[in-house]
């Protein structure tokens, strides 16, 4: 349901449970997490300390060091939050099952379970159902599902929330990455990204995958997952079918590339798993 890599280990989430691995066997971590769905992960260093945090949206939230594993369950904690982002020394949460799905709660600065006003701990809220988080270039990016916000700011004291676009939003938080230095989302309309959906009454510039519409139609949400591959400069998109078989499944893959006209932009292909017998 969910993986990460923090340090010289692989944590891997299934079930209740929370495994690590050094690339032989696995550890338990903790057992004792309720059956959830996927679990979103950040990664971040503070005091020297590199840690995850971690949430699923059926359990509350968690941090771990590598060696010691604690539930964030202090007073103002969120319940059940789907999403976690680290901006600002600050842990950023949002996406509760039980409800408020378009607040944002965060954690006083430099510790993760205290979510005290006083010691500049707070929440924000905007008018659109939240989808997802991410970092980049120094702001925290909101993806609603028909909207965008942007935060911007070092503190409770000067945090700032300000609309991308009301008129397009993100689909699933899965499809979000940084590539190209822009990041890269799956919209309504298509693959997008901010850079060009952020320019003021032009939600078209935003949209990068019009000549692959036909594959975008044929996305599911099930179990829809994307990653970077940097050295290639490549975009993978995944949407494997639950009930489907192994040689049937496709993807996405897109590359920036310089076409003949010296124009830069992706390049796309499918990816298609082929199930092989040697005999």
């Known amino acids: 349901l969910g ?3 923090l340090g010289s ?9 929370l495994e690590k691995s050094t690339g032989s066997g696995w550890t338990s971590i903790v057992t004792n997490r309720t059956d959830a769905g ?4 950040t990664k971040y260093r503070w005091a020297n300390t590199e840690k995850i945090a971690g949430a699923d949206g059926d359990n509350q939230a968690f941090i771990y060091d590598g060696s010691t594993y604690t539930l964030l369950s202090g007073t103002g904690a969120p ?19 039980s409800g408020n799905t378009s607040k944002i709660t965060f954690s006083a600065p430099y510790s993760e379970n205290d979510f005290t006003p006083a010691n500049g701990a707070g929440s924000i809220r905007v008018n659109d159902k939240i989808i997802g988080l991410m970092v980049f270039r120094e702001r925290l990016f909101i993806f609603c599902k028909d909207s965008i916000y942007v935060l911007s700011g070092n503190s409770v004291s000067d945090f700032v929330v300000e609309p991308i676009t009301r008129g397009i939003g993100c689909l699933d938080k899965f499809s979000i990455q940084e590539i190209g230095g822009d990041l890269i989302y799956l919209a309504p309309d298509g693959l997008r990204t901010i850079a060009g959906t952020e320019r003021i009454d032009d939600v078209e510039l935003g949209t990068v995958s019009k000549v692959i519409q036909e594959r975008i139609d044929e996305i599911g949400f099930d179990n829809l997952t994307s990653v970077v591959v940097r050295e290639k400069s490549q975009y993978r998109l995944f949407y494997p079918t639950t009930g489907g078989t192994e040689r049937n499944q496709y993807g996405i893959l897109g590359t920036i590339k310089q076409n003949n006209e010296g124009q830069i932009g992706f390049q796309w292909a499918d990816i298609i798993s082929w199930a092989r017998r040697c005999v």
């Open 3 to 5: 993986i990460q890599i």
């Open 79 to 97: 319940a059940d939050p789907h999403t976690v982002e680290e901006f600002r020394n600050h842990l950023f949460f949002t996406g509760a099952n």
């Open 38 to 41: 996927r679990y979103d992960f």
């Open 9 to 17: 280990s692989v944590i891997g989430a299934r079930g209740a449970h």
